[in-house]
């Protein structure tokens, strides 16, 4: 029998490669693909498949709330108007943490909502994604009271809730948003400035390190240093795709 040739021949060849990438994996240990393409994860995200990586990671999210319910653990919860959990796609590739919810954010009940958040927009969007392609949350879940840094006791207090939040979804890569968020992932004490000179890791996911957009606003010199940031990610994000 003749070889296929035209688009016949050219689907052959990619699925015989598909075959070879697969089978090499598996033999390097691979039991299982984990979420593929945005994409993909958008169309699961739409219609999770009972028993799918993107529906575990919803029960999850859920059930981290559900275990936050009306939290008291710090007296952040004194002066609250709304817990502000986060929100996104549990299927995200993408995870963004800041530091707490401001003004905006505890009148909604919704994370990055003001002019910060207008401007988080701006780089998810530079990153080629929306919004609702990615996790965005915070360190603490209360508003401090006039935005004040959250101390370590609140940060103490309020951290299992965001590592349940990052580990229900397991994203390739987490932008940790001003020293509060990366000093919190990274349980180090140093500044932004020397925790964006590489890639780090939270639990084997790959960490970068940035400015918070609201320190951005006020120091817009800093924004090409930014770029070169989400530039990081998204060389992370490529790699990841290429990987699987
Ligand atoms: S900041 Fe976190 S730990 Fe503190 S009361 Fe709010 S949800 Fe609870």
Partial sequence: ???????????ADTLSRLR??????????LAALPRGTRTEQAAAQAEPVPGSSVEKAEDA?????????????????????????????????LVFVGEGPG???????RPFVGKAGRLLDRMIRALGMRREDVYIC????CRPPGNRVPDSHEIQACSPYL???????RPAVICALGACAAQTLLGTGSAVSRLRDSVRFWRGIPLVCTFHPAYLLRNPAQKSAA?????????ILNEADEVF
């Fill in 227 to 235: 770029w070169q940031d989400l530039v990081r990610i998204h060389r």
């Fill in 61 to 93: 999210l859920r059930l981290t709330r559900l275990q936050m319910g009306d939290c008291r653990r710090c007296r952040l919860h004194g002066q609250r108007s709304h817990i502000v959990f986060g929100e996104g796609s549990p299927a995200a590739r």
């Fill in 138 to 141: 915070n360190a603490v879940k």
């Fill in 20 to 29: 070879r990438i697969l089978r090499g994996l598996q033999s390097a240990g």
């Fill in 103 to 109: 003004f905006e954010e505890d009148r909604t009940g």
């Fill in 1 to 11: 029998m003749n070889a296929p040739d035209g688009p016949g021949a050219e689907l």
């Fill in 163 to 169: 590592f349940m939040q990052i580990e229900a979804i």
